[in-house]
């Protein structure tokens, strides 16, 4: 997505006046938020209730798992089931099986399920493809598994070719949303080019993390496949939201998928394959023979990256670090594992698998990264910097295609504000006044600095104040004091529902925080880096 960085103009956001109460943010499934914002539903919840008539009278094939369950823990399997509405004649499940619990690229076989005497078919087995034999019985397909928002995570391999299957065999497919864990903000990694396309851990052309949901991927799919599909968005959803902010359990998608800490570090330390590099501990340890523990620690946390700290930790014979995420939405586990990846290699004597010309002969280290060119990169000694600004072109052309296919719903209408990771709630709404200047309630964005706030009503002056940072701005003046110095914005500070709203550049420009604005999304992220 396009950004462009604010820069000069000015400040911060915090309510004031007589009132200082900052509300708190919406409230979890099954009860209605504090802010009065939708609660939040899944897909496969609405599609019994709002979207009921998608499925009467139908005969449904479900693709699910154990992680198809709503808020209350319900499989959308039995639910069906038991509907009287339409009738579940087929379940389809994807690799480590209905039940979750085989091994990984363990072959599964079809079955009867023994509880409910319908046929259970394998795609991860015979065929990874739904075939019209297993599509025969059915007026549509139903898809309801979580994903982990990892290119190389097989289920949405899974959707991708059942979507395929239902438009050569004229079945309607409809895909019930459930949100991407790492949250919609996160785009990075090198993305898959033509040559590495229909592999099963890359069925397009995505980057490492794509920052969808499966609904999004669905329609981003489609553009090549043309399925008859629908997509049941969910209720109270926000593309700013990881998936500890929905309020939800998390569901062990697969074996080695026990906890979220183990959903954010799989892209972060899964990528050496067949190098000698490689991950332990539900993914949350990396390293390999030959790497001095302490000194990888030290290069890693030296980086800079954002929402994670790096233990150093022997593992036998294995130098490695085990990865502490401090932040989730801050953490970016792409990213993270260009730099575990590249440090790795520069410490030790590892090897780079090589592909052959064919399909047949393409190792797995390739397929995971899409591309042969990170293996190149990496033996002419490129540093994680230099890698990210080889892949940085394509990624950015995908931030803009992905762009039509992102779903509305998840993208407010109003300006968001995220400080240091977290979205801001306002009782007054931020805005783009006629400057084409985001304006923010003035205490909100101070307290989430950690700053205090002043109210002078005779003068009508607001005062912020951090340590030894004080800045001092009058309603409807242009000329701000930070510093004992003064200067002069393009736009005034101004009274709004009773809040004093002020130009939120302000931050970058007196605080020494950096803050990007999202145009396409309307978001303003805040990192004070305090």
């Not at 025969?136 to 070719?161: C, H, K, P, V």
């Not at 005062?463 to 200067?487: D, E, M, N, W, Y």
């Amino acid at each position: 997505m396009m950004r462009k960085k604010l820069s000069v103009c000015f400040i911060i956001a915090v309510l004031v006046c007589t009132s200082f109460s900052v509300f708190s943010c919406a409230g979890k499934p099954g009860g209605a938020g504090e802010t009065g914002k939708p609660t939040f539903k899944l897909g496969s919840e609405l599609l019994q209730s709002k979207y009921a008539h998608l499925i009467e009278g139908k005969k449904v094939g479900l693709v699910t798992n154990q992680s198809g369950v709503n808020a209350r823990g319900e499989s959308t399997m039995e639910l069906l089931y038991r509907d009287p509405r339409c009738q579940l004649v087929a379940l389809y499940a994807p690799e480590h099986g209905l039940d979750g619990k085989a091994g990984a690229g363990a072959y599964i076989e079809s079955y009867i399920h023994e509880k409910m005497g319908l046929p259970v078919y394998s795609l991860y087995g015979q065929t990874r493809m739904p075939t019209a034999e297993m599509l025969e019985d059915i007026d549509l397909l139903i898809f309801d598994i979580q994903d982990i928002g990892a290119r190389t995570y097989t289920y949405m391999s899974t959707l991708n070719y059942c979507m395929v299957a239902a438009q050569k065999y004229g079945k309607p497919i409809i895909v019930l949303d459930r949100p991407n864990p790492l949250g919609g903000r996160i785009v990075d990694g090198p993305v898959l080019e033509d040559d590495y396309y229909a592999t099963f851990v890359g069925v397009d052309n995505l980057p490492m993390a794509h920052g969808m949901t499966a609904g999004e991927l669905a329609q981003f799919f489609n553009r090549k496949i043309g399925a008859a599909l629908t997509v049941v968005p969910m209720e109270g959803y926000r593309r700013t939201m990881t998936f500890a902010d929905t309020g939800l359990e998390w569901v062990q998608t697969s074996p080695n998928i026990p906890h979220l800490d183990a959903v954010f570090c799989y892209m972060s330390t899964g990528l050496g394959e067949g190098t000698g590099i490689f991950q332990a501990d539900y993914f949350q340890w990396i390293g390999g023979k030959g790497i001095e523990a302490q000194r990888y620690a030290g290069l890693l946390n030296g980086a800079g990256l954002p929402g994670v700290t790096f233990l150093p930790e022997k593992r036998g014979e294995a130098g490695g670090v085990r990865l502490k995420i401090t932040d989730y939405a801050t953490f970016n586990p792409a990213r993270t594992g260009i730099y575990a990846l590249a440090y790795g290699y520069s410490l030790g004597d590892f090897k780079i698998p090589k592909s052959g010309p064919t399909k047949e002969t393409m190792v797995m280290f390739d397929k995971v990264m899409g591309t042969n060119k990170i293996g190149q990169y990496l033996e002419q000694g490129l540093t994680p910097q230099e890698i990210e600004a080889r892949y940085a072109p394509a990624l950015n052309r995908f931030k803009e295609e992905r762009k039509k296919y992102l779903l509305k719903e998840y993208d407010p209408g109003e300006v968001s504000i995220v400080v240091d990771g977290k979205e801001i709630a306002f009782d007054s709404a931020p805005y783009i006044n006629t400057d084409d200047r985001v304006m923010v309630p003035f205490r909100a964005i101070a307290e989430a600095l950690g700053a205090k706030v002043g109210w002078e009503p005779l003068n009508r002056e607001v005062t912020f104040t951090r340590g030894k940072q004080a800045v001092l701005l009058r309603i409807g003046s242009p000329v701000i004091v930070a510093g004992g110095k003064r200067h002069k914005v393009d736009t005034v500070p101004v009274i709004k529902n009773s809040r004093t709203m002020v130009p939120v550049r302000f931050i970058s420009e007196f605080l020494g925080a950096e803050v990007d604005w999202d145009g396409h999304f309307k978001i303003v992220t805040v990192n004070s880096g305090w």
